[in-house]
Structures are given as C-alpha cells and as structure tokens.
C-alpha cells in the first residue's frame, strides 16, 4: 500500500510507526532489529516492463522480516499518467506499507507541473516517518528531468527543520534518488557535502540512493552510501552488469546489514 500522510497515522499503532509531526517517542534499543527494502530505478514504460516489477514484489512478498519498502525514484520512464497508473497497480501488491520519493524520470515537462501524474498516484514526494527509534527521511532531489542536480534552499530547508526535531541520538537514513556517496561514479548531488553538513550534530547512518544504476558501497564517517542496480528491462545498468534487482536492509542495534537480491529477467 502506497501510504498517504492520512493512511499512514491510522496504520501508526499496528507498526509501531511516528507520522513525522515531530521526533518519535520510540526508545532505541540495542537489540531492535529494522527490516526493509529498497528498490530503485523501475523505469516502468509499459505493460510489459512491468512484469520484472511483479516479480520484484512477489519476491519483497517472500521475506517475511521486511516490514515496509522505499522506491527511491525512477518508477517511471517519461512521468506519464500511464506509466505511474502501471508502477502503482504493481507496487500496490506489495504485503507491507511503502514510500517513494521522485526520480527525474518521474517528471512529465508536457505539463505544467511536472511531477502532476507522480503526485496523484504517490502524493508524497518527501517525507518524514520513525520506527523503532530509527529516524527514516525521503527527500526529493530533482530538478526537472535533470541527472546532475543541485538541492535547491526551499528542499535545504525543509531537511533543516525536519533534523531539528530529531534527538541528536536517534539514528537516521536518508533516502533520494540522486547520489551521495562520496567516490560515487557520476552523478553526485553537487551540493552534497552542504546536505550532509545539515546532519552534523546528528546520527546520520545510511543514504540510499539511485539513479547511478550500478552497485556501489562505500562508507565514510560512520555513514553508509549505497546505490543499487535498476530494477527495470526498459534500462541497463551503467556498471556494465546485468543483474536487476533490489537490495534489503537490517539495522540491528550499531551495525547495518545489506544484501542484493536478484530479480531474473
């Protein structure tokens, strides 16, 4: 289920989620273990290209210990109606609550807002939301249909207030569709070090991002940088590999664990 800022204050009390109007109450504990998924890059364009989709859900389906997922943008080709209409219905045969943020494909330049088709099936293109003491932030970093992106001062600040009611002790992940990681192979936000100074006084964890389609993990300062295949056979991955697929988180007390999971094509 797509979760809307309304949906998902009713779902609060069965998974133990904040709705974001401040900083969770949750206390963290050591032996609290958070498990999600994260898919990138769907690029869906057709009836057809949504077939790995389906086959990405059912297999998200499977893992029983996966609580909610992030589609870190890029669900569609082009931004059209058609295309977040079949990206939706896919993704709404998923077992457990997910969040998107936009990728530049998800913008429709035909329209006078270009991201109308994206907001109407998605409604969120940033959020805010606390689990299990784990502070988990979905920020928009587009700029149109533009694969080098700056983070404008409106989005700046809306990331500022948001880390101002967090408890400086709370551990954070980020996610966005444009790169962060530090020796990324393209496509960095220019201003990331600006973004990320933003979280100075904070628990910053993990980005997760797309965009770049290719596995690249680093970790710098404590924080873990990941982007991820596409998961789309309407693109090929830019690392010359031809793995599709998406990859799953556990954050278990101080440690993070992740692993790829294919998807066949």
């Given at each position: 289920m797509s979760v809307t800022r309304r949906q998902f204050i009713g779902l609060t009390a069965g998974l133990g989620l904040s709705a974001g109007l401040g900083f969770s109450t949750n206390t963290f504990a050591a032996d609290d273990t958070i498990t999600f998924a994260a898919i990138n890059d769907i690029h869906v364009k057709d009836a057809p290209s949504v077939d790995i989709v389906n086959e990405a859900v059912i297999r998200i389906n499977a893992i029983k210990e996966v609580e909610f997922a992030v589609i870190i943008g890029d669900l569609g080709s082009d931004g059209t109606r058609m295309e977040m209409k079949l990206a939706e219905a896919a993704l709404e045969k998923l077992r457990v609550p997910y969040f998107c943020v936009p990728g530049n494909h998800d913008y429709d330049p035909t329209t006078a807002n270009g991201y109308v088709h994206y907001d109407a099936a998605f409604e969120r293109r940033q959020w805010h939301q606390a689990q299990t003491?784990?502070?988990?932030?979905?920020?928009?970093?587009?700029?149109?249909?533009a694969s080098d992106v700056t983070?404008?001062?409106?989005?700046?600040?809306?990331?500022?207030?948001?880390?101002k009611g967090i408890r400086e002790d709370q551990p954070i992940a980020l996610f966005a569709h444009h790169p962060f990681n530090p020796s990324t192979r393209a496509y960095r936000v220019s201003n990331a070090e600006q973004v990320l100074d933003l979280f100075k006084d904070h628990d910053l964890r993990m980005v997760a991002s797309g965009h770049y389609h290719g596995n690249q993990i680093e970790e710098r300062n404590g924080i873990l940088f990941t982007t991820t295949v596409c998961c789309s056979t309407t693109r090929s991955?830019?690392?010359?590999?031809?793995?599709?697929?998406?990859?799953?988180?556990?954050?278990?007390?101080?440690?993070?664990?992740?692993?790829?999971v294919e998807v066949p094509v």
């Open positions: 003491g784990w502070v988990f932030l979905g920020l928009d970093t587009c700029n149109g249909t983070i404008p001062a409106a989005r700046m600040k809306w990331l500022s207030e948001q880390i991955n830019f690392d010359g590999t031809k793995e599709k697929g998406f990859r799953v988180y556990t954050l278990n007390g101080e440690s993070i664990e992740h692993r790829f």
